[in-house]
Every structure is written in C-alpha cells, then in structure tokens.
T-cell receptor, first 114, second 111 residues
Framework: NAGVTQTPKFQVLKTGQSMTLQCAQD?????MYWYRQDPGMGLRLIYY???????DKGEVPNGYNVSRLNKREFSLRLESAAPSQTSVYFC?????????????FGPGTRLTVT | GEDVEQSLFLSVREGDSSVINCTYT??????LYWYKQEPGAGLQLLTY?????DMKQDQRLTVLLNKKDKHLSLRIADTQTGDSAIYFC???????????FGTGTRLKVLA
C-alpha cells in the first residue's frame, strides 16, 4: 500500500494563477482532510470530507475549493492564488473502523505564491 | 474556542530524557495524540491516549494526562539523534470530525 499520496511535491505560482493539489489514498478510508501548515501555527483544517460526495468547511476555507471525486481521491483547488496561500499543504485520511481515530498523512505539497 | 498550546523549542543531550508539554482547553476532548514530523515529511502518529486514562507507556514513550489541569506530556526516554523532529499534540472530541493541533515543538537532540 502506498498510503496517502500527494502531487505535486513542490509548486511555485504567480499571484492570480490557479492550480489543483491532488490527494489519493489506497486504504479504503471514508474520511479525508486538507490542512495547511504555517510556521508557529500548527496545522489548520481547510476542508473535510466525511465520505464520497460530501465536503465541509474547516477553519480556513476561504480561497479554496475541494472535490471528493471518489472514495480514493480528494483534490484542493486554488482558483486565484494569493501570497497568503504560501504554505505546506497536507492531505490526510482516516478509517472509521479504527478505534484510535488515527489520521494518516501524505508527504505534503510545498506551495509558494509570488 | 478550542486551543492547544505547546512550547516551540526543546533541546536535550543524547541519552537524556525529553519531556514535551501540551495544554488544551476543550474539556470534552476524548482522544489526545502525539504526532512526529521529520524534515520534509508528513505527520506520523507516535501514540495516543483516551481521556479516561492517566498514563500510557509504549517502549521509550510515556504519555501522562492530567485532566484537571488539561495538561498532556510526552516523555521520550534515552533520547537519540533520530528523535530530532517536530512533535505535535492534537485533540479530538467524540462525535466530531475535527482535530485541533498544537503549534508543534521542535526537538533538537545534541550529540
């Protein structure tokens, strides 16, 4: 199993450009998450998907959209990138049957917006 | 709202014990976690504790939970250079999807 995979690993955008961050998991997990990590601020939840076909806003959803394409894939779209969106983005998934409710994280996408 | 706080840095000598502390505000938290993040990587679960427990030990790791003070700590015995990383405390309340993460503590182990 590859676990949670994310593409791309690195990306540089100009202000106003758009892009989609891809995330896929092969663990048959129902729940998937997108976080951003900024220095001194820990991880903040952008969007969450409890299951295929459902998405919910997290703490910092402005400027982002998501798509839960199927059970495996959960993508994050920046329609018009801004320098404030420079961050490291992590996708995570979770199995409802896991009594610890452990989240499994991808390796991250490092995004710079100039 | 809910908040999880950690100190930002900790430096220890190889072979010593490390203690990383965390305080949280949500008294209804039912799951508390410690994640480790190595440079350039995602977060990996180290250990977790249910809120009805006071202590959990797993090899070199000991987690202590003081529910009255809403204080969680992670002790790493015989700290090695490979333990150098950022350690995140996180909480989750039963019945919710949301996890609240602390800011992370960067542990530096000196040889």
């Amino acid at each position: 199993n590859a676990g949670v995979t994310q593409t791309p690993k690195f990306q540089v955008l100009k202000t106003g450009q758009s892009m989609t961050l891809q995330c896929a998991q092969d663990m048959n997990h129902n729940s998937m998450y997108w976080y951003r990590q900024d220095p001194g601020m820990g991880l903040r939840l952008i969007y969450y998907s409890a299951s295929e076909g459902t998405t919910d806003k997290g703490e910092v959803p402005n400027g982002y959209n998501v798509s839960r394409l199927n059970k495996r894939e959960f993508s994050l779209r920046l329609e018009s990138a801004a320098p404030s969106q420079t961050s490291v983005y992590f996708c995570a998934s979770r199995s409802p049957g896991d009594h610890s409710y452990e989240q499994y994280f991808g390796p991250g996408t490092r995004l710079t917006v100039t | 709202g809910e908040d999880v706080e950690q100190s930002l840095f900790l430096s220890v000598r190889e072979g010593d014990s490390s203690v990383i502390n965390c305080t949280y505000t949500d008294s209804s938290s039912t799951y508390l976690y410690w994640y480790k993040q190595e440079p350039g990587a995602g977060l990996q679960l180290l250990t977790y504790i249910f809120s009805n427990m006071d202590m959990k030990q797993d090899q070199r790791l000991t987690v202590l939970l003081n529910k009255k003070d809403k204080h969680l700590s992670l002790r790493i015995a015989d700290t090695q250079t490979g333990d150098s990383a950022i350690y995140f405390c996180a909480e989750k309340t039963s019945g919710t999807y949301k996890y609240i993460f602390g800011t992370g503590t960067r542990l530096k182990v000196l040889a």
